[in-house]
């Protein structure tokens, strides 16, 4: 079992619907992040939240859009995908304060149709 | 470039060995280094985390640091068929501005034969 929860753990839509993943961590963390990971990749950094604000945006397309609603809850709105944005959709948290390690959600499993 | 570099593999030892992986960062100024075990289909789970040059053992697992040569290692002793999975290296980024962002090697993919 993770502490860091992710839902749903897939997802199957088409292009022009809009769906929102969700992770929620209980750990007290103030850093959480998004991660988009094709098969046999490491994990692609996407988003940093710190202390509940945006403070990386690694030039991901606005189709993705990252909400923050309290220091536990991190949402991913999905908008207009495209077949190549297919892939495991990973929140990790950590505690946000020097050099502590990130711990995974189980992951969304994407797929656009 | 930032790069964070590990041989993808895979790796075959029998049951029992000692299984060695290996990993290299660029960045000079890389303080913290942490290595994750991903299943196939899993999402990655933390096995460990080292920050100062040496040695750091937690059961099975030792992780190996040498800042001078900016290389990262992590052994498995007496390997298991359980043990089989990919291996990423992380190392943060010392330029993310405390956002502890880190950089991913392409991960070492481990088979441990029974």
């Known amino acids: 079992d993770t502490e860091v929860t992710q839902t749903p753990k897939h997802l199957v839509m088409g292009m022009t619907n809009k769906k929102s993943l969700k992770c929620e961590q209980h750990?007290?963390?103030?850093?959480m992040y998004w991660y988009k990971q094709k098969a046999k990749k490491p994990p692609e950094l996407m988003f940093v939240?710190?202390?509940?604000?945006?403070?990386i945006n690694e030039s991901v397309p606005s189709r993705f859009s990252p909400e923050c609603p309290n220091s536990s809850l991190l949402n991913l709105h999905l908008h207009a995908l495209q077949p190549e944005d297919s892939a495991l959709y990973l929140c990790?948290?950590?505690?946000?304060?020097?050099?502590?390690?990130?711990?995974f959600g189980d992951g969304t499993r994407l797929s656009i149709l | 470039q930032k790069e964070v570099e590990q041989n993808s593999g895979p790796l075959s030892v029998p049951e029992g060995a000692i299984a060695s992986l290996n990993c290299t960062y660029s960045?000079?100024?890389?303080?913290?280094f942490f290595w994750y075990r991903q299943y196939s289909g899993k999402s990655p789970e933390l096995i460990m985390s080292i920050y100062s040059n040496g040695d750091k053992e937690d059961g099975r697992f030792t992780a190996q640091l040498n800042k001078a040569s900016q290389y990262v290692s992590l052994l498995i002793r007496d390997s298991q068929p359980s043990d089989s999975a990919t291996y990423l290296c992380?190392?943060?980024?010392?330029?993310?501005?405390?956002?502890?962002?880190?950089?991913f090697g392409q991960g070492t993919t481990l088979q441990v034969k029974p």
């Open positions: 939240y710190s202390y509940e604000k945006l403070s």
């Open positions: 960045d000079r100024g890389s303080q913290s």
């Open positions: 992380a190392v943060e980024d010392p330029g993310s501005s405390n956002t502890g962002k880190l950089i």
């Open positions: 990790a948290s950590s505690h946000g304060q020097g050099s502590q390690p990130q711990h």
């Open positions: 750990m007290g963390h103030r850093a």
